[in-house]
């Protein structure tokens, strides 16, 4: 990533703002990972109660259902769902080769660049897996937003990153 100067830096900063004192910030965050889990757990009580009357071959249909919604969420892009960050951060879109600072909710990662002392900036990557749901609070710092993004998170590996992954995080 080359390095980008005081008044771009200023730019992108005043652009941030103005995101975050557009967004809806009193509306609720739903996980879309915490609701798929809990409709496995539905479904498979749903399976139970169907087996015990008798009714073998529509027992499966609450587990097909709740399997191909975890599917479809599986196959999405992590999302940010609240960003309240106003300072230097660039995206990373799910199969883009490059960080942008160009704001996107659909995306691979993030990296933000917090600063910390004058024209000294911390730069700190954040990998999403694919589905999980993320926001980020106005200090930069990012968090899954319910328990499936969490557990889904820790099994895909996502999370703070310590080294830049490959050249497209770049």
Not at 15 to 36: A, F, G, K, M, Y
Not at 139 to 150: A, H, L, Q, T
Request: aromatic fraction near 10%.
């Amino acid at each position: 990533m080359s390095l980008i100067s005081e008044e771009q830096r200023k730019k992108i900063e005043r652009e941030n703002t103005e995101r975050v004192n557009n967004q809806l910030v009193n509306t609720p965050l739903i996980d879309r990972w915490s609701i798929v889990f809990v409709l496995i757990i539905v479904s498979i009580i749903l399976f139970f109660i169907i087996l015990k009357k008798g009714n073998i071959k529509y027992a499966f249909v609450p587990l097909v259902a709740s399997s191909i919604t975890g599917m479809v969420i599986a196959s999405s892009s992590a999302r940010i769902r609240r960003n309240e960050y106003e300072g230097l951060m660039y995206y990373k879109g799910e199969k883009d080769c490059g960080l942008s600072d160009t704001p996107t909710q659909k995306i691979d990662g993030v990296m933000i660049k917090r600063n910390i002392g004058p024209g000294t900036y911390q730069e700190r990557i954040f990998k999403a897996p694919n589905g999980t749901d993320i926001k980020i609070d106005k200090e930069g710092n990012v968090s899954f937003i319910g328990f499936g993004s969490r557990f889904v998170s820790k099994i895909g590996g996502g999370g703070y990153l310590p080294n830049i992954p490959d050249e497209c995080w770049k």
